[in-house]
């Protein structure tokens, strides 16, 4: 078996492999790289297995400077999980293996691997996160399916004038007013602009932007990625000052909506950590619990790197970043957050 680099033209090839697999996830897609390495300056190292000159396995990675933990070789930053993708564990095993010899070479502090299953092997692995997957139906089926509240909110939402809408790229300055708004007020710095813009570019009818409007004013927007039957939420958020008006609640149910016209059949509200908030909103819908396993080969460092912004260790951070002015969040914000996988 040999394991080797993906040649610069072979995402077709990567492409055609990750649609045939039972379990290939969005992080998987070829694109990825070009997306991460464009906007966030992040290299990709992308592996292939093959035997007999035939394709067995892929492992999608990319170099991050990390601004917590140093420089990290990461499957794959941004995405909650990609992983191997293999035939068999022994493909899988060869290209951890490679994996684990790359990070090396380019002197890393540690490799990451974020999956949806647990490897067998000895190294760390953190399982504090969960993905929440909503099996869908039609929409009838399913506004029967909700609990009262979650179905009052929704009401409530549409009684106090909110609109929801499905747009492509032209919906991206409504979108990312309202996320970079959020993202300052809970303190974490915001990818730019030119991030999404390559997402909907990149995936186009496979995009869609999700904007809630009180009158012309958006106070709601997510993204919606869709993918092997699983349309994901990756990034979603709503103006704190309209929350009584509840716009979070009609954001999801029109993505969920969307979803189903689109031939779905999970919805992917994305990872959270159990019992916190945003897990208890999503837990609502009536979604289950998919283990997250983030795997570690800790080469130069103890433990693996904090980033929880709960922690006592960033908390100051956090509170700092929420006192910047708006403009200034945007202006930095970027420049940080490629080195934060």
Same mark, same amino acid.
């Given at each position: 078996?040999?394991?080797?680099?993906?040649?610069?033209?072979?995402?077709?090839?990567?492409?055609?492999?990750?649609?045939?697999?039972?379990?290939?996830?969005?992080?998987?897609?070829?694109?990825?790289?070009?997306?991460?390495?464009?906007?966030?300056?992040?290299?990709?190292?992308?592996l292939?297995?093959?035997?007999?000159?035939?394709?067995?396995?892929?492992?999608?990675?990319?170099l991050?400077?990390?601004?917590?933990?140093?420089?990290?070789?990461?499957?794959l930053?941004?995405?909650?999980?990609?992983?191997?993708?293999?035939d068999?564990?022994?493909?899988?095993?060869?290209?951890?293996?490679?994996?684990?010899?790359?990070?090396?070479?380019?002197?890393?502090?540690?490799?990451?691997?974020?999956?949806?299953?647990k490897?067998?092997?000895p190294?760390?692995?953190?399982?504090?996160?969960?993905?929440?997957h909503?099996?869908?139906?039609?929409?009838?089926?399913?506004?029967?399916?909700?609990?009262?509240?979650?179905?009052?909110?929704?009401?409530?939402?549409?009684?106090?004038?909110?609109?929801?809408?499905?747009?492509?790229?032209? =919906?991206?300055?409504?979108?990312?007013?309202?996320?970079?708004?959020?993202?300052?007020?809970? &303190?974490?710095?915001?990818?730019?602009?030119?991030?999404?813009?390559?997402?909907?570019?990149?995936?186009g009818?496979?995009?869609?932007?999700?904007?809630v409007?009180d009158?012309?004013?958006?106070?709601?927007? =997510?993204?919606?990625?869709?993918?092997? &039957?699983?349309?994901?939420?990756?990034?979603?958020?709503?103006?704190?000052?309209?929350?009584?008006?509840?716009?979070?609640?009609?954001?999801?149910?029109?993505?969920?909506?969307?979803?189903?016209?689109?031939?779905?059949?999970?919805?992917?509200?994305?990872?959270?950590?159990?019992?916190?908030?945003?897990?208890?909103?999503?837990k609502?819908?009536?979604?289950r619990?998919?283990?997250?396993?983030?795997?570690?080969?800790?080469?130069?460092?103890?433990?693996?790197?904090?980033?929880?912004?709960?922690?006592?260790?960033?908390?100051f951070?956090?509170?700092t970043?929420?006192?910047?002015?708006?403009?200034?969040?945007?202006?930095? &914000?970027?420049?940080?957050?490629?080195?934060?996988?």
């Amino acid at each position: 078996m040999k394991v080797e680099l993906l040649p610069v033209d072979g995402t077709v090839e990567w492409n055609d492999y990750v649609e045939k697999h039972s379990e290939s996830l969005l992080g998987h897609r070829g694109e990825w790289s070009r997306i991460l390495s464009r906007t966030l300056g992040q290299e990709p190292i992308y592996l292939v297995a093959r035997e007999d000159g035939i394709l067995q396995g892929i492992l999608p990675l990319a170099l991050v400077e990390g601004l917590v933990g140093g420089r990290a070789l990461v499957s794959l930053p941004w995405l909650d999980a990609a992983g191997v993708l293999a035939d068999s564990t022994e493909v899988a095993a060869a290209l951890i293996d490679r994996a684990r010899e790359t990070a090396r070479d380019r002197n890393c502090t540690y490799l990451e691997i974020r999956a949806l299953r647990k490897y067998d092997s000895p190294r760390p692995v953190r399982s504090s996160k969960v993905l929440l997957h909503l099996d869908l139906d039609s929409p009838d089926a399913m506004w029967k399916a909700f609990s009262a509240k979650v179905r009052n909110q929704i009401r409530k939402a549409e009684k106090e004038g909110l609109t929801a809408s499905v747009v492509g790229e032209n =919906g991206l300055s409504d979108f990312y007013r309202v996320f970079s708004r959020n993202m300052r007020d809970i &303190g974490v710095p915001v990818w730019g602009m030119n991030f999404f813009q390559e997402i909907m570019a990149t995936f186009g009818e496979r995009a869609r932007l999700v904007i809630v409007r009180d009158r012309k004013e958006p106070v709601g927007a =997510g993204l919606l990625l869709t993918h092997d &039957g699983t349309a994901i939420v990756p990034s979603a958020s709503s103006l704190r000052s309209h929350f009584k008006q509840c716009p979070n609640h009609l954001l999801y149910w029109t993505a969920i909506q969307e979803a189903a016209e689109r031939g779905a059949t999970v919805f992917d509200f994305g990872r959270s950590t159990p019992n916190s908030g945003t897990w208890r909103f999503k837990k609502q819908w009536g979604s289950r619990e998919v283990p997250c396993y983030w795997h570690y080969d800790l080469l130069r460092i103890n433990e693996p790197p904090e980033r929880n912004t709960q922690s006592k260790k960033l908390r100051f951070a956090v509170e700092t970043w929420k006192r910047l002015p708006l403009q200034v969040a945007n202006r930095l &914000g970027p420049l940080l957050v490629r080195r934060i996988p």
